[in-house]
């Protein structure tokens, strides 16, 4: 049976986030809060920077409104419907405190210590939040798991955040993510309290979109790519915590997002490059600058998310390994075709 009040929750985000989204692009035009052109930019207009004020504020309404119809939102890992409030409440909180933190330093750049070190209490609110138990509660001890789990978590939060490089690609990647944490929820492999809160960041997403695919109005801002990355981290450890298929499920979903981002700070580093400094070394980022649109791009990406999602949905539940094999050779290809073709070669003339 259809639960009409929960199926409310999404639409209330969808709407907040389409209406606050535009609010925002005036309110943030007229403060002065652009984004403007540098050498590491893939815009070439000043833009406002901050539309993930309404994505969070959104999010917050309809995971309130599911919590006042007793839908389930709780923590993703908690199969228990009637689990206590403040568990239920934690994620959100954390994902506030995260947004909030997250606008000062969209307004004047913090310490990488203070960000770093609300996002690790967010982590570890979050994981007592799913009982302490990491993504790989199944498979290994506690004093392996939560470490290895706090320090992957942390690490998502942030690759969120350093992916969010043009139009539309943070609005797809969540969509993405979402659906497809949906769907492994009503096919039974995710808890069921995971489907509402994945079906809040996907309309949230949604209704942002509107306003960010190319050419974009407003930009996210590290206000919505950090809470939104802790939100989804959340969601993603709790399925990954309930056995090898869950876990190869939470690593499908994000493969994308995680390979082009792990691999590109990786390079840095190993150049003794600075791996928090802003840089346009992304492989999404290499095709925008060798000539793809944003839209483009973002479609490939799309497509190939829901290669993943496929596998996700019908490969991991039966031969998880291969799946992830699978997985590799989608984002492979992927890379491959987001490749910029090469320069013309200049011929000499004699």
Not at 5 to 28: D, E, I, K
Not at 43 to 64: D, K, M, N
Not at 82 to 90: N, T, Y
Request: hydrophobic fraction near 60%.
């Amino acid at each position: 049976m259809v639960d009409l009040p929960a199926l409310a929750a999404p639409a209330l985000a969808f709407l907040l986030a389409c209406l606050g989204t535009r609010v925002l692009v005036g309110v943030l035009t007229r403060r002065a809060i652009l984004d403007r052109p540098n050498e590491r930019s893939s815009h070439s207009v000043p833009v406002p920077r901050g539309g993930g004020l309404a994505v969070v504020a959104a999010i917050a309404a309809g995971w309130i409104w599911l919590l006042a119809v007793d839908g389930a939102g709780h923590g993703a890992g908690d199969a228990d419907p009637g689990a206590d409030l403040w568990r239920r409440l934690v994620p959100l909180a954390a994902a506030l405190a995260l947004g909030a933190i997250s606008f000062v330093d969209d307004l004047r750049s913090l310490g990488a210590g203070v960000r770093l070190g609300v996002q690790a209490l967010a982590v570890a609110a979050g994981l007592w939040a799913l009982d302490g138990r990491g993504a790989l509660a199944a498979v290994a001890p506690a004093w392996i798991d939560l470490p290895l789990t706090a320090l992957g978590w942390l690490w998502f939060v942030n690759l969120y955040n350093f992916m969010d490089g043009i139009d539309g690609i943070t609005g797809t990647e969540t969509v993405s993510i979402g659906v497809g944490l949906v769907g492994l929820a009503l096919l039974g492999i995710a808890p069921a309290s995971v489907a509402p809160v994945a079906a809040l960041l996907v309309a949230a997403a949604l209704g942002f979109l509107v306003w960010n695919w190319h050419p974009a109005r407003i930009f996210l801002g590290d206000v919505g790519s950090v809470p939104l990355g802790y939100l989804l981290g959340f969601l993603l450890v709790g399925l990954a915590g309930t056995g090898i298929v869950g876990l190869a499920a939470a690593l499908l979903l994000p493969l994308v997002y995680v390979v082009d981002a792990t691999l590109t700070l990786g390079r840095r580093v190993a150049r003794g490059e600075n791996p928090a400094q802003a840089h346009r070394e992304h492989v999404y980022q290499r095709a925008v600058i060798g000539g793809a649109s944003h839209s483009a791009v973002c479609l490939r990406i799309a497509v190939a998310n829901a290669a993943l999602v496929a596998l996700a949905w019908l490969a991991a539940p039966r031969e998880p390994v291969i799946a992830l094999a699978a997985g590799a050779v989608v984002v492979a290809l992927l890379f491959v075709v987001l490749r910029p073709a090469p320069a013309p070669r200049r011929v000499k003339r004699a």
